[in-house]
């Protein structure tokens, strides 16, 4: 496998400042990788709502609650988290649009716990997978945390961040190997 297939990660924020890092900023995770295969087979893949769970530590699957997937259809999903303890969060499709994009809203649509994004770009030969996720800005567990530890608040985003993006990564690294194994 060439180096091109291994995840790309970067920590974000929406409103980036100086120093400490405070809930508001809309702080998150980006990661990607190229998979050699069709954006068709990476959709497939994508837009299995209980795929995630086979290599998340934290996420433990999900139920549509809505007949179809598409925008404005929700589904409840299951977490588990060693500091968080286990919760369950009905999501809305936020953004879906076959082979190019599945996005979805945790809790409230207009003001979600969390933000999180699929996005397939076609590349000349092999497909740009790119996985998207941004705390806030609504209430959430880890805003639970940081009312009872506002000292704490930047360790606790930049906690997140990382375990986010372990679990992110592990998502599109298995999603990268299962595209590849039916494409070879």
């Known amino acids: 496998m060439s180096e091109k297939n291994e995840v790309r990660s970067i920590f974000t924020a929406q409103s980036p400042s ?13 990661v990607e990788i190229d998979i050699d295969a069709s954006p ?3 959709w497939t893949l994508v837009s299995d709502i209980n795929l995630p769970a086979r290599f998340s530590d934290e996420f433990q699957g999900a139920e549509w609650i809505d007949a179809e997937p598409g925008i404005g259809a929700k589904f409840a999903g299951r977490n588990k988290n060693e500091n968080m ?6 999501c809305t499709i936020v953004d879906y649009a076959p082979e190019e994009v599945f996005a979805w809203h945790a809790s409230d ?3 979600p716990a969390a933000q999180w994004r699929f996005e397939i770009e076609s590349g000349e030969d092999s ?7 941004v705390l806030g800005p609504g209430p959430s567990g880890l805003t639970a945390v940081i009312e009872k530890m506002p000292d704490m608040e930047s360790r606790l985003i930049r906690g997140r961040q990382k375990g986010q993006k372990e679990n992110m990564s592990r998502t599109v690294e298995g999603i990268r190997d299962l595209a590849e194994a039916t494409n070879n």
Not at 85 to 90: A, D, F, S, T
Not at 127 to 133: A, E, P, S
């Open 109 to 111: 649509v207009e003001n």
């Open 127 to 133: 497909t740009l997978l790119r996985f998207i996720m």
């Open 85 to 90: 303890g286990e919760w369950e969060v009905v």
């Open 40 to 42: 068709a087979e990476v």
């Open 18 to 30: 100086e120093g400490d890092l405070s809930f508001g900023g809309g702080h998150g995770v980006t």
